[in-house]
């Protein structure tokens, strides 16, 4: 962080799916770490393609992973609800009950300053939550009055949701709006409103010869049966990143840049667990 500006350069990485993702993080995050200060991931598919376990949360905090968010597939390993209490880097969407385990939103204290990253899970197409649009207010209006920098993982299907409620959130001051869950990397980064480093879907991190990070031929015969058929993660010679970064104003959390990530390497095998 520069002392003149106070500009925070902020790295989020898209879905990573499987053991690929992961190691693809690793990698990045081996030679890159030191250009950021904060270091967000989405992590609902990390493990095996549906879940997060504890091993993983673990093993990405080791590679420099600050902040975890998730979506709808969060509560897939089981293991989840042993160690999600605990778990004080992991978010989980805000807009389940109250009484869901684990917390919607956490504040990050940075020493000179405090990151708040929110994660919400979209309606439409997903509908297994209620919006609850007045909870998600209340949340980011007290999440400003801790500090000027919040970041929102919004995971929903639809990019008219995304759209719509990235502009009301920029409306609200929030620091970054990045859309998760189509695993497809839209090229529609922005700031808005002067205020908000914004994209309707930061991508995937995976197995580049893949669908979405899953299996071709698995993906295939789901959808020529529709027949249910577990989905397998892609094994590829060739990995992706999809992330973003921003940056942001310590005194005033606006975003003043953003910019996404795509690059792809060799995919190196090191042991046999998705």
């Not at 005033?252 to 996404?260: M, N, P, V």
């Amino acid at each position: 962080m520069s002392d003149d500006d106070k500009i925070i350069k902020i790295l989020f990485f898209g879905d990573m799916v499987g053991k690929p993702g992961r190691y693809a993080v690793r990698d990045f995050l081996e030679e890159h770490k030191a250009e950021y200060d904060f270091v967000i991931a989405n992590v609902e598919n990390a493990s095996h393609g549906f879940g997060l376990t504890e091993k993983n949360y673990n093993d990405l905090i080791s590679y420099g992973v600050n902040a975890m968010t998730s979506g709808n597939h969060i509560w897939d390993k089981r293991d989840i609800f042993t160690y999600i209490q605990n778990a004080d880097k992991l978010i989980r969407p805000i807009n389940y009950p109250a009484t869901t385990p684990g917390a919607g939103s956490r504040v990050f204290d940075c020493g000179d300053y405090k990151i708040a990253v929110l994660n919400i899970l979209g309606k439409v197409f997903v509908n297994i939550v209620d919006f609850q649009w007045e909870k998600i207010l209340e949340e980011i209006k007290r999440l400003k009055e801790i500090t000027p920098i919040v970041v929102v993982d919004f995971h929903g299907e639809a990019t008219a949701e995304k759209i719509c409620f990235g502009r009301y959130c920029s409306e609200l001051g929030v620091s970054a709006f990045l859309g998760t869950h189509t695993h497809v990397q839209t090229a529609d980064e922005k700031i808005l409103n002067g205020t908000t480093g914004y994209i309707t879907d930061a991508g995937f991190c995976g197995a580049v010869d893949s669908v979405i990070g899953m299996d071709y031929k698995t993906s295939l015969t789901r959808f020529i049966t529709n027949i249910p058929e577990r989905y397998e993660v892609a094994e590829s010679n060739e990995v992706q990143i999809n992330a973003v970064e921003i940056d942001i104003d310590v005194n005033t959390g606006c975003a003043k840049a953003i910019k996404r990530i795509f690059c792809s390497r060799d995919n190196e095998k090191e042991d046999e667990s998705q």
